[in-house]
């Protein structure tokens, strides 16, 4: 299982990349492991505002349904629009190429209530 440690995570398992004010979020590789097959991604609008830890998007695969989860509060300034035509990419390389939306937080001591890997690789030890 990759756990890459300069990311935060969520116990809804998604990561998180800090580039300032920000941030760059998708699911992480137990999380599209446990989906199995991704057939389809939604994922909001750009300009739209997101509330930490409130659906923004979902993730449909050939087993199961998820929401996506915002991990903080913020705009969303970017969509990983290549998942429209190959949503596989999420199963292939979640922490690069399966992205899936950049926020602009806006409270940036939301950050600070996310999970270190250590603390999601022991999260996800005990599911």
Request: aromatic share 6%; glycine share 8%.
């Amino acid at each position: 299982m990759n756990v890459p440690a300069d990311l935060r995570y969520t116990k809804e398992h998604e990561w998180i990349k800090i580039d300032g004010t920000e941030l760059t979020i998708g699911i992480t590789d137990y999380a599209q492991g446990e989906l199995g097959d991704i057939v389809f991604v939604e994922l909001p609008a750009v300009g739209s505002q997101t509330e930490q830890m409130k659906a923004c998007g979902s993730i449909e695969a050939v087993k199961a349904v998820s929401d996506l989860y915002a991990p903080v509060s913020g705009t969303v300034t970017a969509v990983n629009t290549s998942l429209e035509t190959d949503p596989q990419r999420v199963n292939r390389d979640p922490y690069g190429e399966g992205w899936m939306i950049r926020i602009a937080v806006t409270d940036q001591g939301q950050i600070d209530s996310l999970l270190t890997a250590d603390a999601y690789q022991q999260h996800i030890d005990h599911v």
